[in-house]
């Protein structure tokens, strides 16, 4: 059974950098696509990055481009979000979620689409401070 496990949130001022981390177990099965969404209370919840098998393409949403970046260890079931110059906008729950999809054929937007990701974890708090 998949099951993703995200960790690295915490509390952080106005400019500050945080770094999450996700493994994913896999058991029998089989992942290729991993990627990292937000949810702050009361709004949908926002594709943030996602990376293919050996973080050939990586795709961001507009309002974290510049400053975060995704990447996968060589494991391929272990993925990373580093935050940098983090604003009090980017505060919500981070979640690592995980497919296996046919992602050569997936538009840019279907990356970042959460219905893409049957897997996900319980999310890691990102709270900023201003």
């Known amino acids: 059974q998949v099951q993703p496990v995200e960790s690295g949130g915490g509390s952080v001022q106005a400019g500050g950098s945080l770094r999450l981390s996700c493994t994913v177990s896999?058991?029998?099965?089989?992942?290729?696509?991993l990627a990292w969404f937000r949810q702050a209370p009361g709004k949908e919840r926002e594709g943030v990055a996602a990376?293919?098998?050996?973080?050939?393409?990586?795709y961001y949403g507009d309002s974290v481009k510049e400053r975060f970046s995704i990447s996968r260890e060589n494991d391929e079931n272990t993925v990373f979000l580093q935050m940098n110059n983090l604003k009090p906008e980017d505060s919500a729950m981070y979640y690592c979620?995980?497919?296996?999809?046919?992602?050569?054929?997936?538009?840019?937007?279907?990356?970042?689409?959460?219905?893409?990701?049957?897997?996900w974890g319980q999310g890691t708090q990102v709270t900023v401070s201003s």
């Open positions: 990376i293919v098998p050996k973080g050939v393409l990586t």
């Open positions: 896999v058991g029998e099965d089989y992942i290729n696509l």
């Open positions: 979620a995980a497919a296996n999809a046919r992602w050569w054929l997936m538009t840019a937007d279907q990356h970042l689409d959460p219905t893409t990701y049957p897997y």
